[in-house]
């Protein structure tokens, strides 16, 4: 059964077609990678796979579950957990608050304990610190976790997001492009950090333009234009595929391409 | 900041320090009075934060549920025979019942709709406490019976100068509670990024009805308390101004700060009584000093002085 399975699904906006019967199934453990050129429909797409946008037509199918439509914090609750291109940071909060949110699903929420401070909260709040900083510390945030969020350099931010997407301890982890506006070094971290979420079980999903990095980290590669599938396979698939090198990466696209997989 | 000095424990032993010390500065019986308005305004403060300081969402109308609580307490015991004190519980009901009510339409509203729906809603509660004179009053007001606790009638400025400031610990201590929780966590969360919040596993609306319900009850009580306290009521206590006037209370004193929301009710309730020495310029010198408060401490005061306190001690 596979992590993730899109079934012909497609989203108009006004008339404007985004996404156009889409379908592809990730399998459980992969790195699996969402390409095109700007405009084709990647961040729609992943924002009606976390319950943002409900699709037009077709399904979403979380480890064979038809969870279409359904809410993002309904999904969060199934395991799914993501992070954003345009950060979604909780800047009023510190960095290791920022993580601890992502542990709510893990914790006990009754709200009359809470407000008469039960013994069991002040215990949990303990514990939901620690793995916060567990988590900080993977994502090599440990010395920053009680600085304001503001605070952080923005590959740190690109990092926080992961650690409190892990928070959640979710099967999938879907991420928007993860090393934007990240200098090589930064990248790098990222995919080293990638490579060990999926070592841990997660299966991972991501949209990114940093083509090499790609190349070498995903399983299988879908291809997107104009919001139609254009192709998908592996990195040495696409690579390949005439209609890819076409209509997406160009002669200058190939060439970098070439020089990944070197 | 944490362990014995987290600023939960600090914030509740400077509230707690300030009620029980207070009264030996007092020079005369009527300080005991302004300041038991003092609590009651920052207690209804203190649950206003809960909802716009902590998750970020405006009500303009919160003094609707400031008057639910004021009028329970005089239609109650005057029309149906109920003890004062079991009032002030119906009206916390009620109030939390409407909140609740109201609350899943309107919290779906953002920022400016927000504030014009709320808006909308106190505005509707202050004329029906206008219009149905039968039970009101109507726009004179209405007396309310004092409290009383087995027989004994509980009247005048230093004993409700005591009981209010014990609700208002009480409060505090509450609130605090909350922000140091998952609940509390989460509000603040959705305050920047509700779709976050969401996929963090945050059911987004339904914290935003509960900090609106627990903001109602903080209201609707702080309303009983001043209804008591005065003898006497008038449906401007649940008015468009007084609205107003707890959110400048919350802003004033620094949005999501419990000691700010003190801090925020203290001055907008002395500070009128202050500057009545200047006469006319009562009113114009208010709106100065809180355009300069907001101006140089954009944070609110206390958030603001703790920032300056921090970067002058780094």
């Given at each position: 059964?596979?992590?993730?399975?899109?079934?012909?699904?497609?989203?108009?906006?006004?008339?404007?077609?985004?996404?156009?019967?889409?379908?592809?199934?990730?399998?459980?453990?992969?790195?699996?990678?969402?390409?095109?050129?700007?405009?084709?429909?990647?961040?729609?797409?992943?924002?009606?796979?976390?319950?943002?946008?409900?699709?037009?037509?077709?399904?979403?199918?979380?480890?064979?579950?038809?969870?279409?439509?359904?809410?993002?914090?309904?999904?969060?609750?199934?395991?799914?957990?993501?992070?954003?291109?345009?950060?979604?940071i909780f800047f009023r909060m510190s960095?290791?608050e920022n993580?601890?949110?992502?542990?709510?699903?893990?914790?006990?929420?009754?709200?009359?304990?809470?407000?008469?401070?039960?013994?069991?909260?002040?215990?949990?709040?303990?514990?939901?610190?620690?793995?916060?900083?567990?988590?900080?510390?993977?994502?090599?945030?440990?010395?920053?976790?009680?600085?304001a969020a503001g605070?952080?350099?923005?590959?740190?931010?690109?990092?926080?997001?992961?650690?409190?997407?892990?928070?959640?301890?979710?099967?999938?982890?879907?991420?928007?492009?993860?090393?934007?506006?990240?200098?090589?070094?930064?990248?790098?971290?990222?995919?080293?950090?990638?490579?060990?979420?999926?070592?841990?079980?997660?299966?991972?999903?991501?949209?990114?333009?940093?083509?090499?990095?790609?190349?070498?980290?995903?399983?299988?590669?879908?291809?997107?234009?104009?919001?139609?599938?254009?192709?998908?396979?592996?990195?040495?698939?696409?690579?390949?595929?005439?209609?890819?090198?076409?209509?997406?990466?160009?002669?200058?696209?190939?060439?970098?391409?070439?020089?990944?997989?070197? | 900041?944490?362990?014995?000095?987290?600023?939960?424990?600090?914030?509740?032993?400077?509230?707690?320090?300030?009620?029980?010390?207070?009264?030996?500065?007092?020079?005369?019986?009527?300080?005991?009075?302004?300041?038991?308005?003092?609590?009651?305004?920052?207690?209804?403060?203190?649950?206003?934060?809960?909802?716009?300081g902590y998750?970020g969402?405006?009500?303009?109308?919160?003094?609707?549920?400031?008057?639910?609580?004021?009028?329970?307490?005089?239609?109650?015991?005057?029309?149906?025979?109920?003890?004062?004190?079991?009032?002030?519980?119906?009206?916390?009901?009620?109030?939390?019942?409407?909140?609740?009510?109201?609350?899943?339409?309107?919290?779906?509203?953002?920022?400016?709709?927000?504030?014009?729906?709320?808006?909308?809603?106190?505005?509707?509660?202050?004329?029906?406490?206008?219009?149905?004179?039968?039970?009101?009053?109507?726009?004179?007001?209405?007396?309310?019976?004092?409290?009383?606790?087995?027989?004994?009638?509980?009247?005048?400025?230093?004993?409700?100068?005591?009981?209010?400031?014990?609700?208002?610990?009480?409060?505090?201590?509450?609130?605090?509670?909350?922000?140091?929780?998952?609940?509390?966590r989460?509000l603040r969360a959705l305050h920047d990024s509700?779709?976050?919040?969401?996929?963090?596993?945050?059911?987004?609306?339904?914290?935003?009805?509960?900090?609106?319900?627990?903001?109602?009850?903080?209201?609707?009580?702080?309303?009983?308390?001043?209804?008591?306290?005065?003898?006497?009521?008038?449906?401007?206590?649940?008015?468009?101004?007084?609205?107003?006037?707890?959110?400048?209370?919350?802003?004033?004193?620094?949005m999501g700060?419990?000691?700010?929301?003190?801090?925020?009710?203290?001055?907008?309730?002395?500070?009128?009584?202050?500057?009545?020495?200047?006469?006319?310029?009562?009113?114009?010198?208010?709106?100065?000093?809180?355009?300069?408060?907001?101006?140089?401490?954009?944070l609110?005061?206390?958030p603001?002085?703790?920032?300056?306190?921090?970067?002058?001690?780094?």
């Amino acid at each position: 059964m596979s992590a993730l399975a899109a079934e012909n699904v497609a989203i108009a906006f006004g008339g404007i077609v985004a996404v156009d019967g889409v379908s592809f199934s990730v399998e459980p453990g992969n790195i699996f990678s969402i390409i095109g050129p700007n405009g084709a429909g990647k961040t729609t797409l992943f924002n009606i796979m976390s319950g943002i946008y409900r699709p037009g037509s077709g399904r979403i199918l979380l480890a064979g579950e038809d969870v279409t439509g359904l809410e993002p914090h309904r999904l969060a609750a199934k395991g799914l957990a993501r992070t954003f291109q345009n950060l979604q940071i909780f800047f009023r909060m510190s960095v290791v608050e920022n993580v601890m949110v992502g542990r709510h699903l893990r914790e006990a929420r009754d709200l009359m304990k809470a407000l008469f401070r039960f013994p069991s909260v002040g215990h949990q709040n303990r514990a939901t610190r620690e793995k916060a900083r567990e988590l900080l510390a993977f994502v090599g945030l440990a010395d920053r976790a009680d600085d304001a969020a503001g605070s952080l350099p923005y590959g740190g931010l690109r990092r926080l997001e992961i650690a409190r997407a892990l928070a959640l301890e979710p099967r999938l982890l879907l991420l928007d492009e993860p090393a934007a506006g990240c200098n090589p070094v930064e990248t790098e971290a990222v995919e080293g950090l990638v490579r060990e979420i999926v070592r841990s079980g997660i299966t991972v999903v991501l949209v990114e333009h940093d083509m090499r990095f790609v190349m070498r980290v995903s399983d299988r590669i879908l291809v997107l234009d104009g919001g139609k599938k254009l192709a998908e396979g592996t990195a040495d698939e696409v690579r390949r595929n005439p209609q890819v090198i076409a209509a997406y990466l160009g002669r200058y696209g190939s060439k970098e391409a070439a020089r990944a997989r070197s | 900041m944490r362990g014995i000095f987290s600023k939960r424990r600090m914030t509740l032993l400077v509230l707690v320090a300030l009620v029980a010390v207070l009264p030996l500065v007092f020079p005369s019986g009527y300080y005991y009075r302004v300041a038991a308005l003092v609590w009651i305004s920052a207690l209804a403060a203190v649950g206003l934060n809960i909802l716009m300081g902590y998750a970020g969402q405006v009500s303009l109308g919160h003094a609707g549920f400031f008057g639910v609580g004021a009028y329970a307490v005089a239609i109650g015991p005057a029309r149906l025979g109920l003890a004062s004190w079991i009032c002030i519980l119906l009206g916390a009901a009620a109030s939390g019942g409407i909140a609740w009510l109201v609350g899943r339409p309107i919290l779906r509203l953002k920022g400016h709709y927000l504030a014009i729906g709320t808006l909308g809603f106190g505005v509707l509660i202050a004329l029906v406490l206008t219009s149905e004179a039968k039970w009101t009053g109507g726009p004179d007001g209405t007396s309310v019976a004092r409290l009383a606790v087995a027989n004994m009638r509980i009247s005048g400025p230093t004993a409700w100068y005591w009981i209010s400031g014990f609700v208002l610990v009480f409060g505090a201590w509450l609130a605090l509670n909350l922000e140091d929780s998952p609940a509390g966590r989460a509000l603040r969360a959705l305050h920047d990024s509700e779709i976050a919040a969401a996929l963090g596993g945050i059911d987004v609306a339904r914290h935003k009805l509960w900090a609106f319900v627990l903001a109602a009850v903080y209201a609707s009580i702080a309303g009983s308390e001043l209804a008591l306290f005065d003898g006497f009521i008038t449906p401007d206590t649940a008015g468009f101004l007084h609205s107003i006037e707890l959110v400048a209370m919350v802003v004033l004193g620094g949005m999501g700060s419990v000691l700010g929301s003190v801090v925020g009710a203290a001055l907008l309730t002395t500070l009128p009584q202050l500057l009545t020495v200047f006469v006319e310029y009562e009113q114009a010198l208010l709106g100065l000093i809180i355009m300069l408060a907001m101006i140089f401490l954009r944070l609110g005061i206390v958030p603001g002085v703790q920032r300056m306190l921090a970067r002058s001690a780094s």
